[in-house]
T-cell receptor, first 112, second 113 residues
Framework: SQTIHQWPATLVQPVGSPLSLECTVE??????LYWYRQAAGRGLQLLFY??????ISSEVPQNLSASRPQDRQFILSSKKLLLSDSSFYLC???FGGGSGYTFGSGTRLTVV | ELKVEQNPLFLSMQEGKNYTIYCNYS?????LYWYRQDPGKSLESLFV?????AVKQEGRLMASLDTKARLSTLHITAAVHDLSATYFC?????????????FGKGTHLIIQP
């Protein structure tokens, strides 16, 4: 069966520091991968999605970037964090079409 | 631009009562998803609705999709406290399904004994 792993679960980082959040999917090949952000008490905002290695589509201009170095690995990065980057970050995978979207357990990032 | 609107955004109800959450979306789509989120947790998939007239039921929850009206409903029957959570509807973007989901703002549901 397919599983999705996200880490770390919580992270406290100072303003101006770099960020790297990792997401991996097991038990499948060539999934579509997604990064979402959820501010406290709000809905989910799509940040990036990828349909293959090295293929990244960005939805919202910001100081975040994403990379997909391997088929089942998706990384969210920042060179310099802002206070406004504090949020709950969720990774998801899907096969597209009529298949479901499965979410990881999330990373709660606090920038101080 | 696809927009998804849920209402109500907040709902407090008593156990044993019935209620419906509504999800309207702005552009044509035949793929709609319902998720549940508990405080501090990730999203749990409830229903995937893939065609006009689709109806799915799980326990006290039933979801339906009317693509012509661009409306989905999540109906709660004889609510129990364990159903307290935030419920999100989401609509697939694009035609191929790879573009991800656009979410509503969520309905925060509190069920009181």
């Amino acid at each position: 069966s397919q599983t999705i792993h996200q880490w770390p679960a919580t992270l406290v980082q100072p303003v101006g520091s770099p960020l790297s959040l990792e997401c991996t999917v097991e038990g499948t090949s060539n999934p579509n991968l997604y990064w979402y952000r959820q501010a406290a008490g709000r809905g989910l905002q799509l940040l990036f999605y990828s349909v293959g290695i090295g293929q990244i589509s960005s939805e919202v201009p910001q100081n975040l970037s994403a990379s997909r170095p391997q088929d089942r690995q998706f990384i969210l990065s920042s060179k310099k964090l802002l206070l406004s980057d504090s949020s709950f970050y969720l990774c998801a995978w899907s096969f597209g079409g009529g298949s479901g979207y499965t979410f990881g357990s999330g990373t709660r990032l606090t920038v101080v | 631009e696809l927009k998804v609107e849920q209402n109500p955004l907040f709902l407090s109800m008593q156990e044993g009562k019935n209620y419906t959450i509504y999800c309207n979306y702005s552009t044509t789509s035949d793929r709609l998803y319902w998720y549940r989120q508990d405080p501090g947790k990730s999203l749990e998939s409830l229903f995937v609705l893939l065609s006009n007239g689709a109806v799915k039921q799980e326990g006290r929850l039933m979801a339906s999709l009317d693509t012509k009206a661009r409306l989905s409903t999540l109906h709660i029957t004889a609510a129990v406290h364990d159903l307290s959570a935030t419920y999100f509807c989401a609509v697939a973007r694009g035609g191929g399904g790879a573009d991800g989901l656009t979410f509503g703002k969520g309905t925060h549901l509190i069920i009181q004994p």
